[in-house]
T-cell receptor, first 114, second 113 residues
Framework: NAGVTQTPKFRILKIGQSMTLQCAQD?????MYWYRQDPGMGLKLIYY???????DKGEVPNGYNVSRSTTEDFPLRLELAAPSQTSVYFC?????????????FGEGSWLTVV | DAKTTQPPSMDCAEGRAANLPCNHS???????VYWYRQIHSQGPQYIIH???NNETNEMASLIITEDRKSSTLILPHATLRDTAVYYC??????????????FGQGTILTVHP
């Protein structure tokens, strides 16, 4: 298993541009999440999904959109990028069964908006 | 979710046990205690979790007090690679909010030679 795979690993965006961070997992997990982590800070939940076709907002959803058309994929869309979205983004997943709070994280995507 | 309180930083000598405390005085009966860590520039890594009994796995031990208001993560023989930020999280295992973990500031553990 590759686990949780995120692409791209690094990206520089200009203000106002849009982009999609890709996330895929091969563990057949129902639950998937997007977090952001600003320098020196803890993780904050952006969006999460409990299954294909179902998404919900986390703590900091403004400026982002997500979709979940398949169990495996959970892309995060940034529309009209702003400097405040400069951060490290982590995608994660967990099983819907007993260890649902045992969350597996990807390696992160570093985004800079200039 | 119950709020957790952790010291901002701790030091430990290599080869010694690292004991990381966490207070969760408002924990409710069906809330679990989870520990994660984040090594610099990497994604967080699950370590261990428990409800009320002490737990041990290949990475660490988790000691939960009888009143469940606090817990301690023990790394029995800390190595330099254990230097990381350690997060204690209390989470309700029921309802529709499964898995929606909230990470606080955590404890920065520095293991020195």
């Amino acid at each position: 298993n590759a686990g949780v795979t995120q692409t791209p690993k690094f990206r520089i965006l200009k203000i106002g541009q849009s982009m999609t961070l890709q996330c895929a997992q091969d563990m057949n997990h129902n639950y998937m999440y997007w977090y952001r982590q600003d320098p020196g800070m803890g993780l904050k939940l952006i969006y999460y999904s409990v299954g294909a076709g179902i998404t919900d907002k986390g703590e900091v959803p403004n400026g982002y959109n997500v979709s979940r058309s398949t169990t495996e994929d959970f892309p995060l869309r940034l529309e009209l990028a702003a400097p405040s979205q400069t951060s490290v983004y982590f995608c994660a997943s967990s099983s819907a069964t007993a260890n649902r709070n045992t969350i597996y994280f990807g390696e992160g995507s570093w985004l800079t908006v200039v | 979710d119950a709020k957790t309180t952790q010291p901002p930083s701790m030091d430990c000598a290599e080869g010694r046990a690292a004991n990381l405390p966490c207070n969760h005085s408002t924990i409710s009966g069906n809330e679990y205690v989870y520990w994660y860590r984040q090594i610099h520039s990497q994604g967080p890594q699950y370590i261990i979790h428990g409800l009320k009994n002490n737990e041990t796995n290949e990475m660490a031990s988790l000691i939960i007090t009888e009143d469940r208001k606090s817990s301690t993560l023990i790394l029995p023989h800390a190595t330099l690679r254990d230097t990381a930020v350690y997060y204690c999280i209390v989470r309700n295992a029921g309802g529709t909010s499964y898995g929606k973990l909230t990470f606080g500031q955590g404890t920065i553990l520095t293991v020195h030679p």
